[in-house]
């Protein structure tokens, strides 16, 4: 399968060249990059010595000529104009923005600022999430892969509102994200190393980008609505995400029965781990893997349930991710090419 990475020098497709040098079935036929655009990628990334692939300014028609796939890796807005033209040219697509994630067009104006001009598309994207929509991504033209904090919460939650084992109506979320999740080519003062080291902020709290998706995924499973007040904070590591997540039982539910539960629902899943009771998760475990932790337990004073969530955002967070629909859509193993163990310490 020849596959084309558009966004090929920002974090998340650097990070989808490292997992898809290595696939069996894969070929790297196009990369895409505004800012480096004739420049080879081992020139511009050292570290991916030996790739000598020319990096390309953007032109439509020839990903489509050289490819039968696309993963975009783009910021808000970038992919609505161009996946219709690559969907219409017969290709089939995993986004990785937001542009396609949320059902209502009328969710993006106020969540990201622009008009959504193509519903039908909302309508049929599969939500990129594999151990909740595998199937929908098996036979998808159009993938929207989640957000990273999107990605952790539903992994921690969907099981538990599914069964009813929590109130939908009544979810606390606390995020902890590395640096690298603000994107390479869009970095601020308060990304810079002076400003972020020995210092921890909380951002977005009136509201993060990724609530809308988690309100929906859990609406989804849970066949009703959901409520959710959700702070995430920017901490001075490199990468990974931290959910801490607090949902009061249902009457007579105890804390065993959301472990049960939570165990039943990933017993076939690859890369989700639900770890045993006191055990709690960490991001160091997840750095460059595809990989999510989950722990469980109950706060005693107040009784509510503790979910604790780990990624890694450039890894199960967005390109392990994404390789992962990409295997099932290919009708792959989804571990193909995504079996590395995690970098540790």
């Known amino acids: 399968m020849d596959v084309a990475i558009i966004g090929a020098t920002g974090y998340g497709g650097v990070e989808l060249i490292r997992l898809l040098q290595g696939h069996p079935q894969v070929r790297l036929a196009y990369l895409s990059s505004e800012s480096f655009a004739g420049q080879r990628l081992c020139d511009v990334y050292p570290h991916l010595a030996g790739i000598g692939t020319k990096l390309q300014a953007l032109d439509p028609a020839m990903v489509a000529d050289q490819c039968q796939l696309a993963l975009l890796a783009l910021p808000a807005g970038r992919s609505l104009a161009l996946a219709p033209v690559l969907l219409e040219a017969g290709l ?15 969710l993006y104006p106020a969540w990201y600022g622009f008009e959504h001009t193509r519903p039908d598309l909302l309508q049929e994207a599969a939500f990129g999430l594999p151990e909740w929509y595998g199937e929908a991504i098996a036979g998808a033209r159009l993938v929207a892969a989640p957000g990273c904090y999107s990605t952790a919460a539903l992994l921690a939650l969907a099981p538990l509102v599914a069964e009813r084992l929590v109130d939908p109506d009544d979810i606390i979320g606390d995020g902890i994200s590395g640096l690298s999740g603000a994107g ?10 002076p400003e972020a ?37 920017l901490v001075p590591m490199s990468r990974g995400i931290l959910m801490t997540l607090y949902a009061r039982p249902a009457e007579g539910v105890e804390v065993g029965a959301l472990r049960t539960c939570l165990e039943a629902a ?74 590395t163990a995690a970098a540790y310490p």
């Open 184 to 193: 390479r080519t869009a970095l601020r003062l308060p990304y810079h190393f």
């Open 266 to 339: 990933y017993a076939g899943a690859r890369f989700v781990q639900v770890l045993p009771e006191g055990v709690w998760p960490h991001t160091k475990w997840t750095t460059g893997t595809n990989h999510c932790f989950l722990g469980v337990g109950a706060d005693r004073s107040t009784g509510r349930a503790v979910i604790v969530a780990a990624i890694d955002n450039l890894g199960k967070g967005m390109a392990g991710q994404m390789v992962q629909c990409l295997n099932l859509m290919l009708g792959l193993d989804e571990t193909t090419a995504l079996t």
């Open 92 to 106: 089939r697509v995993v986004d990785v923005s937001p542009d396609f994630r949320l059902r209502d067009p009328a």
């Open 197 to 233: 080291d020995e210092d921890v902020s909380a951002y977005s709290v009136g509201g993060h980008r990724h609530l809308p998706e988690i309100i929906q995924g859990l609406a989804e499973v849970g066949k009703a609505t959901a409520r959710v007040t959700f702070i995430p904070h």
